[in-house]
């Protein structure tokens, strides 16, 4: 496993993988994203995200904006660790950052409590978390 810049050759990858009906449910926004507003989100945040890669091949993105984090492993290649290592890495790198999961997501929560995050706070949709 190894982290990589978000460069332009991954892009595509997050579009997909951020609009898989496999993954969809974790995340906030549900929304369908064409590739020029992608084009044009990454051109502004791409230095915000990273992606994993497991022997090279794109696996999963972890990303902070304004330290709110989002992670995702793509669905071949859950189970494995991936999102843990790329919570720990995503730490080194913005370390004030916090996650803010809904409360029904239930490998999220695991995810995060596993990679050592702690619960700041709950209300009836989401659950906050923060490393200390
Ligand atoms: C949440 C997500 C990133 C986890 O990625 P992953 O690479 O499968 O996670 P890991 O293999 O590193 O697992 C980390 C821990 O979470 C637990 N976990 C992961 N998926 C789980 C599941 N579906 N059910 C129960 N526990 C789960 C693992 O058991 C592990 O705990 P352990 O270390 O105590 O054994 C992945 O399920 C995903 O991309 N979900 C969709 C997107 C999403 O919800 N993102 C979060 C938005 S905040």
Redesign the pocket.
């Known amino acids: 496993m190894e982290l990589v810049e978000c460069t332009k050759e991954y892009w595509e990858f997050v579009r997909l993988l951020r609009m898989d009906e496999r ?1 969809l449910d ?2 906030i926004e549900q929304v369908e994203i064409t590739p020029e507003q992608q084009e044009k989100y990454m051109t502004k945040y791409s230095h915000c995200y990273r992606i994993a890669l497991i022997n090279n091949q794109p696996a ?1 993105f972890v990303g902070a904006i304004t330290d709110d ?5 793509h669905p071949d ?9 790329m919570l720990e890495e995503c730490m080194k790198i913005w370390p004030t950052s916090y ?1 803010k ?1 809904k409360i029904n ?4 929560n ?2 995060f409590l ?1 990679a050592g995050f702690e619960t700041t706070g709950n209300d009836n949709t989401f659950i906050y978390y923060k490393k200390s």
């Open positions: 993954v974790g995340f999963g984090i989002r992670v995702c492993t290649f859950q189970g494995k660790g991936l999102g843990k290592f996650a999961v997501n239930l490998a999220s695991k995810l596993a």
